[in-house]
Nanobody
Framework: QVQLVESGGGLVQAGDSLRLSCAAS????????MGWFRQAPGKEREFIAA????????YYADSVKGRFTISRDNAKNTVYLQMSSLKPKDTAVYYC?????????????????WGQGTQVTVSS
């Protein structure tokens, strides 16, 4: 199984940009579809973005489309989430996830492995 470790979270102001990274180990990274989810206090986990194993296909939630970009570097076993024009409502713990098979991309149950999360806080 692949192990995932997120990094790059922090406290930023509205309008700022931030890049999250998720480093994978213990598996063949290029075999996994990767996704980013987030969960704000008192709210359900929310799909943000996903990328196919090769990086050729990407998917986004409407709430972040045009502001966030998911990418991956299979040589570095890392998936990224570039976030721009951040808003206070983007405040949440952000998680990356890996799926060994394609079961869709927007449902958390499609993913087998999860990282521990990284906090992103956007102040107004």
């Amino acid at each position: 199984q692949v192990q995932l470790v997120e990094s790059g979270g922090g406290l930023v102001q509205a309008g700022d940009s931030l890049r999250l990274s998720c480093a994978a180990s213990g598996g063949t990274f290029s075999n996994y579809q990767m996704g980013w989810f987030r969960q704000a206090p008192g709210k359900e986990r929310e799909f943000i973005a996903a990328i196919s194993w090769s990086g050729s296909n990407t998917y986004y939630a409407d709430s972040v489309k045009g502001r966030f970009t998911i990418s991956r570097d299979n040589a570095k076993n890392t998936v990224y989430l570039q976030m721009s024009s951040l808003k206070p409502k983007d405040t949440a713990v952000y998680y990356c996830a890996a799926a060994s098979k394609f079961r869709g991309y927007g449902n958390g149950y499609a993913y087998d492995n999860w990282g521990q999360g990284t906090q992103v806080t956007v102040s107004s």
